[in-house]
């Protein structure tokens, strides 16, 4: 699993660590595994930054508490991703609120007109 990995094991740890689901789950690592790939093909084919769209792929259902209805779940995952910043690849201040927005809105919006957050969604 660590090829597909866009950062440190620890980081990566603890994103799984605090999973409250099933890590095999219809949310869980190959679903993530799965966003990640289609990402990385269509950020490929766009003006999409791959780095966002990785770590989207890690952190937007990070914090399920269902596998239904699970109102709130991207915000969690962005704030997971707050919390986790300093850990992370070294992102810029704008690569980082793509990521925030793309979490949050990953549900409750269809489309954007950045590429990233797009290629995020469609992922």
């Known amino acids: 699993m660590s090829e597909w990995l866009p950062v440190a094991r620890t980081v990566f740890d603890q994103i799984v660590d605090g999973y409250a689901l099933c890590r095999m789950g219809i949310h869980g690592l190959p679903h993530w ?4 790939e289609n990402g990385r ?8 930054d791959p780095l966002v769209v990785d770590l989207f792929a890690l952190f937007h259902d990070a914090r399920r508490i269902s596998d239904g209805r699970d109102p709130g779940h991207g915000t969690r995952g962005a704030e997971l991703a707050k919390q986790l910043r300093s850990s992370l690849p070294r ?3 704008n690569q980082f609120d793509l990521l925030y927005e793309a979490c949050t809105h990953h549900t409750d919006r269809r489309t954007s007109p950045n590429p990233t957050i797009g290629v995020c969604w469609d992922a």
């Open 91 to 93: 992102l810029t201040d």
């Open 33 to 36: 595994a799965r966003v990640m």
């Open 41 to 48: 093909r269509l950020a490929s084919e766009s003006r999409a």
